[in-house]
């Protein structure tokens, strides 16, 4: 089953930038192209909510309303890595950050922007915005 490391988290000032990795490995019968990987988060005292999300296979994608135009989200086949782009950062945007990946989507779509799609996590990486 595909492993997922997610990395590139750490301390920003607010309107700064960081770029966070999720880096795949892993593949048995599949491969980098044929999944749905979402990055969701988990502030202090919140539920985890979706960020955004990217088809491998299209590289179609999907992203929650508050992040649109500050996120950005893209892949890396031959690193087999999706990045997102974190610019304009908030206090409100300090969270753990996860990656998750879903094998061969049916369907790719804006529910991949929900975590009970999703099969396979990573661990979390910190992200800090001071003010």
């Known amino acids: 089953e595909v492993q997922l490391q997610a990395s590139g988290g750490g301390l920003a000032q607010a309107g700064g930038s960081l770029t966070l990795s999720c880096s795949a490995s892993g593949f048995t019968f599949d491969r980098f192209g044929d999944y749905a990987i979402g990055w969701f988060r988990r502030a202090p005292g919140k539920e985890r909510e979706g960020v955004s999300c990217?088809?491998?296979?299209?590289?179609?994608?999907y992203y929650a309303p508050s992040m649109k135009g500050r996120f950005t989200i893209s892949s890396d086949h031959a690193k087999n890595t999706v990045y997102l782009q974190m610019n304009g950062l908030k206090p409100e945007d300090t969270a753990v950050y996860y990656c998750a990946a879903y094998s061969r989507p049916a369907y790719f779509s804006a529910a991949y922007l929900y975590e009970h799609k999703y099969r396979v996590w990573g661990r979390g990486t910190q992200v800090t915005v001071s003010s």
């Open positions: 990217i088809s491998t296979n299209d590289g179609a994608t």
